[in-house]
């Protein structure tokens, strides 16, 4: 009786319970090869390599290029890649996979990707300020009939081509970059009011973001099917229009023509570098995370390849797209290529803008043109979001994989994020950015992320077993050049490049004139020592908490983890049980 009560009274345990959701792969290859060819083809590609190689010999810059580009570029990519497919585990947990006293490696990434989704989106927010005016019927910077023009205000077209002969004038287009959506202030101490509408544009790219990530790979491999290949679109309606203006070889000749006593100068190698590790997005945890998706035998080394080609490439064609606009802009106003030929913003938001209005169908051309920036920018913008979520699942994966909380901790950090990107929107914003983009996302730091990274994998966990690692999955063995690189190109050629930068330091300053306040510098130096310091940091608590004398911990703590998949290969092997037969019957010992 009492046993049929208990089962009349019994109650089956509740389905309410939240389950750990799976960390998931990629729908398809191509979901990874677009996800990672939007997080490396942005707007260094459109806004620096054509400039970078026009200053620097033109074609003969390419030499510098594909030499840091096969000696450091294109292994540290195969490497970040390979890690993070081979572990399975985003930026900070591939680290305490492979060298747990590294651990800290990951943490300065994450660190520097959530500096650079504060600072870096203020771009996209002027794009969309920018896109949003061009469907004005007379596009607002190619007049000064506004309330922000004064008085000294020229436009900017063939019947004014020499106004630059004119101390007391401004052109209409530069004083609505500076009037108009910077509202600059006097410098970085008058911060200035915070205004609406770059805020509102600003919201949108973040609202943007989330949509795109909020599901994980599930949502950013879907979106990429857009945000990266309509870019590619965009370039290719740029490249034929601008190949067919009139003047269009006379910027082509400048952007192209060899110059190779040019080579001479230290400086020019020295842009070479930068700019591989400034476009390829290496040492910040992008490629590890992307990487980690794929399933364990993807050829993660032929897609390096393939996407190390498509991101130079792309570089070299947007040359043609900008140069060729550049030309005949030089030719309609009658100047040297000189006084029109930008780099960064200014060619962004200056002189493009500047070109459509000599164009027919301007507002036409001005609609394409921002919304190529906007998304390739957004690419890497959400890549870094995702990146973050990764890292923090990862971690955490009890505590965020289970129903809506990694969507609200992604709100989080995305309002966290957008609250602080406000100060980029005020009239100091401009100063704000430059500090940002100067000591975190910039030069010494990845430099150094770099040197860490090859010495680890290449000295402590082994570049031959790492290799081995790469057969593993791949199913046969990668070029020996790219071990090499790992062991001895790397670390040599990017300690030389920093010693260097640290020799030819400069104070910063913004356009070359304006000199920051001594406490912007130490707060500079703050943002960057806050990630850096990560590492030592994490040495220091692993060691602290391992056992045994000092060269026992560090050996310990060097260990990489027994659940990798080729370690884990080698320990089943030895541990295997030896099997004998005895009188037709298995036993084992």
């Known amino acids: 009786m009492a046993d049929s009560r208990g089962r009349l009274c019994y109650f089956p345990p509740k389905t309410t319970l939240q389950t750990v959701e799976e960390r998931g792969k990629w729908s398809s290859k191509m979901e990874f090869i677009l996800s990672v060819a939007g997080a490396i083809i942005g707007l260094g590609n459109v806004w620096r390599f054509p400039y970078l190689c026009y200053k620097n010999g033109g074609g003969a810059f390419f030499v510098p290029y594909i030499l840091f580009l096969v000696t450091c570029g294109i292994p540290l990519f195969i490497l970040e890649t390979a890690l993070g497919q081979y572990t399975s585990q985003g930026g900070i947990m591939c680290w305490r996979k492979i060298c747990p006293l590294f651990e800290g490696m ?33 596009l607002p910077w190619a007049t000064c009939n506004n309330t922000w023009n004064t008085d000294a205000c020229v436009v900017l077209n063939n019947a004014t081509a020499n106004w630059t002969t004119h101390v007391n004038t401004s052109s209409s287009i530069i004083e609505f970059w500076r009037r108009r959506v910077l509202n600059i202030s006097t410098g970085i101490e008058v911060l200035g009011n915070i205004q609406w ?114 991101n130079s490439g792309t570089s070299f064609i947007s040359g043609f797209a900008i140069f060729s606009v550049l030309g005949y802009m030089s030719q309609e106003q009658g100047v040297d290529i000189d006084k029109v030929a930008e780099s960064g913003p200014g060619l962004v938001f200056i002189v493009y ?113 790492f290799y081995d690692n790469i057969e593993d999955m791949i199913g046969y063995k990668p070029l020996s050049l790219i071990k090499y690189c790992w062991l001895y190109s790397i670390p040599i050629t990017c300690t030389g490049t920093l010693v260097f930068l640290l020799l030819e330091y400069t104070p910063l300053k913004f356009n070359n004139s304006y000199v920051y306040p001594w406490w912007a510098y130490w707060i500079g130096s703050f943002l960057a020592m806050s990630s850096l310091t990560m590492i030592p940091v994490t ?16 050996k310990k703590s060097s260990q990489p983890a027994d659940d990798l998949s080729v370690v884990s290969k080698e320990l089943a092997s030895i541990s295997a049980p030896m099997y004998v037969y005895d009188d037709g019957k298995n036993s084992n010992i």
């Not at 990951?106 to 500096?115: D, R, T, V």
């Not at 650079?116 to 002027?126: C, E, F, K, N, R």
């Not at 220091?540 to 026992?552: E, P, S, V």
Request: some cysteine; aromatic content about 18%.
């Open 353 to 465: 803008p500047q070109a459509v209005t000599l164009l027919p169908w301007p507002q036409v051309w001005s609609v394409l043109f921002f919304s190529m920036i906007i998304l390739l920018g957004i690419d890497g913008q959400f890549a870094g979001l995702e990146s973050i979520m990764t890292s923090l699942s990862d971690v955490y994966p009890s505590q965020i994989r289970k129903g809506y909380r990694r969507e609200l901790i992604l709100m989080l950090i995305c309002a966290f994020c957008y609250l602080f990107g406000l100060l980029l929107v005020s009239e100091a914003g401009a100063y704000i950015l430059q500090i940002f983009d100067h000591y975190v996302c910039s030069g010494p730091t990845l430099l150094l992320m770099a040197i860490f990274q090859s010495v680890i994998i290449g000295w402590i966990y082994g570049a031959e077993r």
């Open 106 to 138: 990951g943490y300065a990434s994450q660190m520097i990707i959530f500096y650079g989704s504060i600072s870096y989106i203020v771009i996209l927010a002027w794009a969309f300020l920018y896109f949003f005016s061009s469907f004005s019927g007379e």
């Open 197 to 310: 509408d770059l805020s509102l544009c600003l919201l949108l790219a973040w609202v943007i973001c989330y949509f795109c990530v909020w599901k994980g790979v599930k949502s950013t491999g879907k979106a990429t099917y857009i945000t990266a290949t309509f870019p590619f679109v965009m370039l290719a309606v740029l490249f034929l229009r601008g190949m067919t203006l009139p003047g269009a070889f006379h910027g082509i000749k400048y952007y192209l023509y060899p110059n190779p006593a040019r080579l001479a100068d230290p400086q020019v190698w020295m842009d070479a570098g930068t700019q591989i590790f400034y476009s390829y997005a290496i040492c910040l945890g992008y490629l590890t995370t992307l990487g980690s998706y794929n399933k364990y035998n993807n050829n993660c080394y032929r897609d390096s390849f393939y996407l190390c080609l498509l």
């Open 539 to 554: 040495m220091i608590c692993k060691l602290a908490k391992a056992k045994g004398t000092l060269w026992q911990r560090l």
